[in-house]
Structure formats: structure tokens, C-alpha cells
Nanobody, 127 residues
């Protein structure tokens, strides 16, 4: 059973930084797309960043590109999201998720393709 657990959320002021972690367990192989999603208050969940095997392939939504960095520590089975220059609009519950990799580009997957999800961690950015 694949399980994901996020941590590292908190409250920061605009311009601040946070590093989210997602501890993964139960993976039988490395053929997974790993992603970060977020759900702002009252809005739908949206993709933030996705990676396949860490640096092999990464992709970011335009609004976070150059501010956020997704990475994967294979030895620790932990996914990270380094968030810098945070803005109030980044306020959301952040989730890590995993989808089975079937040969395509991970960034082309929708949130509905992700089978495994963590419980989420709250990120609040005040102005």
C-alpha cells in the first residue's frame, strides 16, 4: 500500500519561504510520477509541480515557476517542494500525490490520474 505524508506547512509573510516534505512508503518500484497539488480556500485542487525520478523530468505551473522547486531524494523516499518568494495567492492546502508511470510525460496527467494522495499540509501566506 502506497502511503504519502506531507509536512512542513505553516504561516509566513509575503516574500517568505517554506520547504514542504512528503514521506513516501510502499512503493514497489520507481515508476511513478510524483507531484504537488494545492487547493486554495473555496477553489478546486490544482497542480503545482510534477517530477519523474527527480531531475529526469520536472514541470511547474506558470504562476510558481522560478519560485518553487520540486525535488526527490530517492534514498530517503521523500519528495520536496521548496517554495520561495511566497505570495498570498499561494495560500492553500498542499498535497503530494503519486501516479503510475506508463511511459508518457508526467506533466500531461490530470489530478484524476493520481491515485495516491497525502493528507495535506496547510500553507498560509499573509501580506
Amino acid at each position: 500500500q502506497v502511503q504519502l505524508a506531507e509536512s512542513g506547512g505553516g504561516s509566513v509573510q509575503s516574500g517568505g519561504s517554506l520547504r514542504l516534505s512528503c514521506a513516501a512508503s510502499g512503493f514497489t518500484d520507481m515508476t511513478y510520477c510524483m507531484a504537488w497539488f494545492r487547493q486554495p480556500p473555496g477553489k478546486e485542487r490544482e497542480g503545482v509541480a510534477v517530477t519523474y525520478r527527480g531531475v529526469v523530468s520536472t514541470y511547474y505551473r506558470d504562476s510558481v515557476k522560478d519560485r518553487f522547486t520540486i525535488s526527490l531524494d530517492n534514498a530517503k523516499n521523500t519528495l520536496y517542494l521548496e517554495m520561495n518568494s511566497l505570495k498570498p495567492e499561494d495560500t492553500a492546502i498542499y498535497y503530494c500525490a503519486a501516479a503510475h508511470y506508463s511511459g508518457g510525460d508526467c506533466y500531461r496527467l490530470s489530478k484524476y490520474d493520481y491515485v495516491y494522495w497525502g493528507q495535506g499540509t496547510q500553507v498560509t501566506v499573509s501580506s
